[in-house]
């Protein structure tokens, strides 16, 4: 979910009080495309202590098709296999390490 404001429609991710581009706070949940375009990403072998028993894992930033860029996990695709420009989606997962916060937590796969 993103916020769109009602008065230009900008989409804001991660949600603001008010919108970046006209300054009203008349915003309004919207559900976001789940699928984009992997830009850039990295391949993590040192990781901090909560995601140690993870490591090798993948950071990448996808643009969502309708423009928002959100940076996140790359789960289920093997280092090697990935390159920039592949498809992904958003999935979400709640079996990450305790330590991390409580909210849903979201990475990219396949579609």
């Avoid at 140690?52 to 423009?67: A, D, H, K």
Wanted: proline share 11%; net charge neutral; aromatic share 10%.
């Amino acid at each position: 979910m993103a916020a769109r404001c009602s008065n230009c429609g900008n989409l804001l991710l991660p949600p603001k009080p008010m919108c970046t581009k006209c300054l009203s706070t008349d915003l309004k949940w919207t559900e976001i495309e789940k699928r984009g375009k992997l830009l850039t990403y990295t391949i993590i072998h040192v990781a901090p202590t909560q995601f140690q028993s993870m490591v090798p894992y993948t950071i990448g930033i996808v643009e969502l098709r309708n423009g928002l860029k959100l940076p996140g996990m790359i789960r289920d695709v093997e280092p090697q296999e990935i390159e920039v420009g592949m498809e992904l989606e958003v999935d979400f997962d709640t079996t990450l390490p305790s330590q991390w916060p409580p909210w849903p937590r979201y990475f990219f796969r396949r579609p």
